[in-house]
C-alpha cells in the first residue's frame, strides 16, 4: 500500500462519509459489474446489441449538459499567477467553500477510487493520478479515456507523485457546482456535476489546467492539441501536433482520410491523438509528444461517415453515449450523421421526438466516450512509451478573409506570436452572431492552469531548451467567397496541405519553395496539388493571398489584445508585433 494515498483517501472518506469504499482495478469483470449496475438502476440503456455491441446510453441531468468555465476555478495564492482569463480563487477560500458541500454528500453511496495513468504505461511523459468519484459513469468512462486500475497503482508505487482529484455528483445543482484547481499542490476539486470535462478529471482539469503547470516547472508542454502522423509514397512518416479552438475541424482532421486520388499516390494518415498532446525535449535534441489520453470523447452532432468515417468506425462496440437520441431500434443518432432522420426517435431528454419536432433530438454537445484503439488509423506507435517526434505544430482558424489557406512563421519565436494572436471568428450555430473575432491563443484559453502571459514565457523557453523546435505553422480551412461559401472543400482534401507542411519540414531535402509575405511564407498555387479539385488557378491564388489592409487591422486588434497581460506580457511578443507593423508598411 501507498501510505499518502490511503491517508488521502481515508480523510475524503472522513469528510464525505460514502456507505463504502472501493478500489477500481480496471478489470473486465469490474466493468462489466459496474454497467450491470447501472443498467439496472436506469443510469446506462443499452443500445442495439448486434449494430453497437457492449455500447449505452446515457441522459445527463438537463442542467449538466457541458463544461462550466463561469464556474470553473484556477486557485494559486496569488490571483496574478492565474491571470486575467481565469477564474481565480483563494486556495483557502475554496477549500472552507468546497468543504461544506462535501461533507456528508456520499451518505447511501459508494466512494470509488480510480487510480489511473495519463500517457502509456512506463513512458517517461506519463503522470499518475487518482481521482475518488461517487458516480459508476464516471468510472466506466475513466476506464476507456485512461489507462486505470491496479496497472496505475503499480506504476505509482510508494511515490507521492500523483494528481490527486475528488469528485462528488452532490446534488446536481448548479448553485452547488464548482470545479476548481490547486496547481501549488496538483489538486483537483469538483462537485455537482456528473458531465465529461467536469467530472472525468483526467481530461481537461489534470491533463491541461494542472499539467500545463507541471510542464511549465518541469521544462516540458501540455498542449490542447492533436496528433497526428502523415505517411508519403517512399513511406516516412512526419509527425505533426495542432491547435484548434471548438468548431474547427479538429476531430476531422485527427482522423482524417485521404481522398482516393491522393491514397492512389500511396499518402496516408494515421490517428495518434485527437486532443491533447504532451511534449518534451527527447535524447536526440527534438520535440517528442505523447497522447496522455487512452479513448477520444468527442462531439457527437455533425459527425457522419462524409465528415469523419473513422471516428464512425471506431465508436460502432464498446462506447458510451451521452445525450444523444435513440432510434426505436436502439440505435445512436444525432444531427449531421447523414441519411434520412428517423421517423421516429427518442430524443436526448427521453422525449418521443420526430422530424417535425421543434427541439433538436440530440444534444449539440452530446458525446461518445470511446476506446482509441478501436480506431481504424490508429498508428502503431500510439501506446509507444517514447512517444513520436513532431515535425510541426500547426495553430488553426475560422477566418473569413482575413488568414490565408496556410502559412508558415519566419522562426520559433515568431511561431509563439502567430499562436497568440490565433482567434476564430463566431458562427450563427454558436452565439446567433457571425463574425465576432474570438481569441483564444494556443487553443489554451479555457485550459491554461496559470497566467497565460506566463504561458507565452514559457514557449519562448521551449524554444531554447530544445535544440530543434518543430516548424510553426497556420491553417485556416474555412475562407469564404463573396456570398459567404466555403471556397476550400476540406475534410480529406486537408491532406493536400498537409503534403506541403512536410515538405516545407524537410529541411531542403526535396524542399518545396514559398513566397515571402509580411505574415510569413505562403505557398505558390503551383505547390498546393490542386489537381481533381473544383477549384482553378486563380482561385487557389486568392485562398493565398495576403491583405495588406486587412492585417494591418487584425495587428491592431492583436495589440489590444495583449495588453489585457499587462507587466506579465513577454517583450518578445511586442517586438514580434511590431515587426509585423513594418512589413506590412
Known sequence: MNATLQAWVDSCAAMTKPDQVVWCDGSEQENERLIAEMVGAGTLEPLNPKKYPNSFLHRSNPNDVARTEHLTFICPSKPEDAGPTNNWMAPADAKAQLSALYAGCMKG?????????????????????????????????????????????????????????????????????????????????????????????????????????????????????????????????SYVAAAFPSACGKTNLAMLVPPE????????????????????????????????????????????????????????????????????????????????????????????????????AAHPNSRYTTPASQCPSIHPKFDDPQGVPISAILFGGRRARTAPLVYESFDWNHGVFVGSAMASETTAAQTGAVGVVRRDPMAMLPFCGYNMGDYWKHWLKMGEHVPTMPKVFHVNWFRTDENGKFIWPGYGENVRVLRWIVERCKNGKGNTQAAETPIGFVPHSADIDAEGLPIDK?????????????????????????????????????KQLDALKKRLG
Open 109 to 237: 453511496r459508494t466512494m470509488y477510487v480510480v487510480p489511473y495513468c495519463m500517457g502509456p504505461l512506463g513512458s517517461p511523459l506519463s503522470k499518475i493520478g487518482v481521482e475518488i468519484t461517487d458516480s459508476p459513469y464516471v468510472v466506466a468512462n475513466m476506464r476507456i479515456m485512461t489507462r486505470m486500475g491496479q496497472a496505475a497503482l503499480d506504476q505509482l508505487g510508494g511515490s507521492d507523485d500523483f494528481c490527486r482529484g475528488l469528485h462528488s455528483l452532490g446534488d446536481l445543482s448548479p448553485d452547488r457546482r464548482f470545479i476548481c484547481h490547486f496547481p501549488d499542490t496538483r489538486e483537483i476539486w469538483s462537485i455537482g456535476s456528473g458531465y465529461g470535462g467536469n467530472a472525468l478529471l483526467g481530461k481537461k482539469c489534470f491533463a491541461l489546467r494542472i499539467a500545463s503547470v507541471q510542464g511549465r516547472d518541469e521544462m516540458w508542454m501540455a498542449e490542447h492539441m492533436l496528433l497526428l502522423g502523415i505517411e508519403s509514397p517512399e513511406g516516412e512518416t
Open 261 to 360: 486520388s491522393q491514397q492512389k499516390q500511396g499518402w496516408k494518415v494515421w490517428t495518434i491523438g485527437d486532443d491533447i498532446a504532451w511534449m518534451r525535449k527527447g535524447p536526440d535534441g527534438r520535440l517528442w509528444a505523447i497522447n496522455p489520453e487512452a479513448g477520444f470523447f468527442g462531439v457527437a452532432p455533425g459527425t457522419s461517415m462524409k465528415t469523419n468515417p473513422n471516428a464512425m468506425l471506431t465508436f460502432n462496440r464498446n462506447s458510451i453515449f451521452t445525450n444523444v437520441a435513440v432510434t426505436d431500434d436502439g440505435c445512436p443518432w444525432w444531427e449531421g450523421m447523414g441519411g434520412d432522420p428517423p421517423a421516429h426517435a427518442t430524443d436526448w431528454q427521453g422525449r418521443s421526438w420526430t422530424p417535425e419536432s421543434k427541439d433538436k
Open 538 to 574: 486563380k482561385t487557389v491564388e486568392g485562398l493565398l493571398s495576403v491583405d495588406r489592409e486587412v492585417w494591418k487591422g487584425e495587428a491592431e486588434q492583436v495589440g489590444t489584445f495583449h495588453q489585457e497581460f499587462g507587466a506579465k506580457l513577454p517583450a518578445e511578443l511586442p
